[in-house]
C-alpha cells in the first residue's frame, strides 16, 4: 500500500520517475495481483501523460493496461483507461472505417465492463457520452452526461478535487 500511496503522490506532484520507480519496485516484489493491477494502471497513466512519439506512447501504455488486467481485470478504472486509449487514437484510425467501427465497438465493451463492476463509475458514462457525441447520437450522449453527473458524488474511486475536475469537464465539453 506505502508504494503505491508514495507513486500517486509523486504523479500529482509531477514526479513521473520517481512514482515509475516506486512501481516497478512494487510489480517485482509483490504477491498481490490486485497491487500489480494498481501499479500497471498507474504506470499507464504516466505513459500517456509522458508524451512523446505517439506511436510508442500508445504501445506502451496499452502493454500497461493489457498487464494490469491479466492480474486483476476487476478495477473498473482499468476498463475506463483502456477505452479512453483507444478514444484518444480514433483519429488515427478514422480513414479505415472497418477498424474504426471495430474500436468504437470495443471502447463501449470497455465502458460496460467497468459499470458492470461499479455503476457509479462517473468517468465511463462520461467516455461514453464522448464516444456517442462521435457517433452522432445525440440522445445517448445526453443520457450518458446525465448518468456521469448523477455518478460523480457517489464515486468512490474518485477524489473530492477528482470530482469536481471531471464535473467541469463533463459541463463545458459534453455540451
Known sequence: HALLNIARVEIRNKQSKEAEDHLQKL?????????????????AF??????????SVYDKT???????????????????????????NLYNIYR?????????ADIWDHINKALTINKNQASAYYLGS?????????????????????AIPLDITLGE???EALKTMIEMICI
Request: no cysteine; proline share 1%.
Open 161 to 163: 478535487k477528482e470530482k
Open 62 to 88: 496499452l502493454e500497461a493496461l493489457t498487464l494490469s488486467l491479466q492480474y486483476d481485470n476487476t478495477v473498473p478504472q482499468v476498463w475506463v483507461s483502456l477505452g479512453d486509449l483507444k478514444y484518444r
Open 27 to 43: 510489480i517485482t516484489t509483490t504477491q498481490n495481483s490486485r497491487f500489480k493491477a494498481e501499479a500497471y494502471q498507474l504506470l
Open 96 to 104: 479505415d472505417k472497418e477498424l474504426f467501427r471495430q474500436t468504437v
Open 130 to 150: 464522448r464516444l456517442a457525441s462521435i457517433e452522432g447520437d445525440m440522445k445517448k450522449k445526453e443520457e450518458y452526461k446525465q448518468k456521469a453527473l448523477a
Open 46 to 55: 504516466i505513459y500517456v501523460h509522458a508524451g512523446g512519439d505517439i506511436r
